[in-house]
């Protein structure tokens, strides 16, 4: 008989995101007329540089011809663009990493999922709360969480992220093996300063424990007095492993590819005690479980690099920015509170009431598609996020929209 992994018989359904779009269909086919602007996803509007689609092109041109055709590509991916990488995204800020300690792959969503395979089933795992949910569910799967009960799984160590801690946790009081850490954030698009790292990596070296670092909104950092990456954290080499998309950064969501730095003095134990390099297992789990990220698509990533590509993938992420600065200026004018600072493309508004209620408050009055806070944990049972990934036009229309409900209206 062919038994199932009951743990995923844990999960809980994905009931959330259907029932969204759920709402957002009904209402439609109830008022087929209305507008109804979406800023609820986190995926991308824009279309790709022209810098990689040039590339890309080439790429693609490349692959026709007998003699510049390429097959299996290296598995850690292509030298040109782990290059690039290195120079680029580390060293021009200080931080010694070597183009062996990245590996390209086909999304932050596949590494931030997978990496758990490292680990042993017994660990104590810290994650934020709101929450990107992949953290929460590939620990589930693999059987590292008790049950499901009033909005949380047992066993897991939930990190507070609230208007009273900026929305950066605090470091947990007891012990912990493994901490998911996300900036800027999703959802709350909270960013964290050197200080703030600086704890949870010392956090980190005193109790053996391992950071996983999400930094795939990394570009929408424009404050220069954040760090970009969690290595640019003395003694951060050690106990951290960070994970990067293009996803964002240059409008990949649907083309895929990112990738994930495992430093080589990065270290978890064995059984007795022993130092075991982190990389050298993840090497092997890549190797064995993954073939590469396409060739085209790996010199359209290195695109990014150029200096067309660096100006056209910043002009894309001002656009969305300045997005973000309408939404965000609009709903504190508005009375709510929400982050002030401007280095994400999600704003987290906090509304005090219920988070279903403000959606469908939203969707039915301004014709605005949200996405309710409870969806990414309990701490968002009050907040709404609103995504900035849209056309100007839209968002603008959106916001008038939003402000001629609210005015007069018991929200
Ligand atoms: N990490 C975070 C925090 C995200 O919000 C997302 C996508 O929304 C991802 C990772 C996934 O990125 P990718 O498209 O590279 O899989």
């Not at 017994?122 to 992949?134: H, L, R």
């Not at 085209?296 to 150029?306: D, F, H, I, L, M």
């Not at 309408?326 to 280095?343: P, Q, R, T, V």
């Amino acid at each position: 008989m062919i038994k199932i992994n009951k743990n995923y018989l844990k999960l809980e359904s994905s009931y959330f995101f259907s029932e969204i779009s759920k709402r957002v269909t009904r209402f439609q086919q109830s008022n087929p007329n209305k507008v109804i602007i979406k800023l609820g996803i986190g995926d991308v509007t824009k279309a790709l540089p022209p810098a990689c689609i040039k590339a890309f092109h080439k790429a693609v041109d490349e692959m026709a011809d007998d003699a510049t055709f390429r097959g299996y590509g290296p598995e850690q991916g292509y030298e040109f663009l782990r290059e690039k990488i290195v120079e680029n995204d580390f060293r021009a800020r200080g931080v010694d990493i070597s183009i062996d300690e990245v590996f390209i792959s086909d999304g932050a969503k596949c590494d931030s999922g997978n990496i758990q395979e490292l680990f042993s089933k017994d660990i104590k795992i810290a994650v934020p709360d709101p929450v990107y949910p992949v953290y929460v569910d590939s620990n589930v799967m693999a059987g590292r969480t008790g049950k499901f009960n009033q909005d949380r799984y047992q066993g897991l160590i939930y990190l507070e992220s609230a208007q009273e801690n900026g929305y950066v946790p605090d470091i947990p009081m007891q012990k912990v093996d493994l901490i998911y850490l996300c900036f800027p954030n999703n959802p709350t698009g909270a960013t964290a300063t050197r200080e703030q790292l600086s704890k949870w990596v010392a956090f980190a070296h005193k109790n053996k424990a391992l950071i996983i670092y999400d930094a795939a909104y990394e570009a929408f950092i424009r404050d220069k007095t954040l760090p970009h990456s969690i290595f640019e954290i003395p003694g951060a080499l050690d106990v951290a492993i960070e994970i990067r998309s293009f996803s964002k950064t240059a409008g990949f969501t649907g083309t895929r590819c990112a990738y994930t730095v495992i430093p080589k003095q990065c270290v978890a134990y064995d059984e007795t005690g022993h130092k075991i390099l982190l990389h050298k297992l993840w090497l092997r789990r890549q190797a064995t479980k993954f073939n590469g990220v396409s060739y085209p698509v790996q010199r359209a990533a290195e695109a990014v690099y150029s200096l067309e590509g660096k100006k056209q993938t910043g002009e894309l992420i001002d656009y969305y920015l300045a997005n973000a600065r309408l939404i965000k200026d609009k709903m504190l004018a508005l009375g709510y509170h929400c982050i002030e600072s401007n280095n994400s493309p999600y704003i987290w508004v906090k509304t005090d009431k219920d988070s279903w209620d403000f959606f469908n408050f939203l969707l039915e009055q301004a014709g605005v598609v949200c996405t309710p806070g409870s969806g990414f944990g309990r701490c968002g049972q009050e907040y709404v996020r609103i995504s900035a990934f849209n056309s100007i036009e839209n968002v603008k229309k959106a916001l008038a929209n939003i402000s001629e409900a609210l005015s007069g209206q018991d929200c």
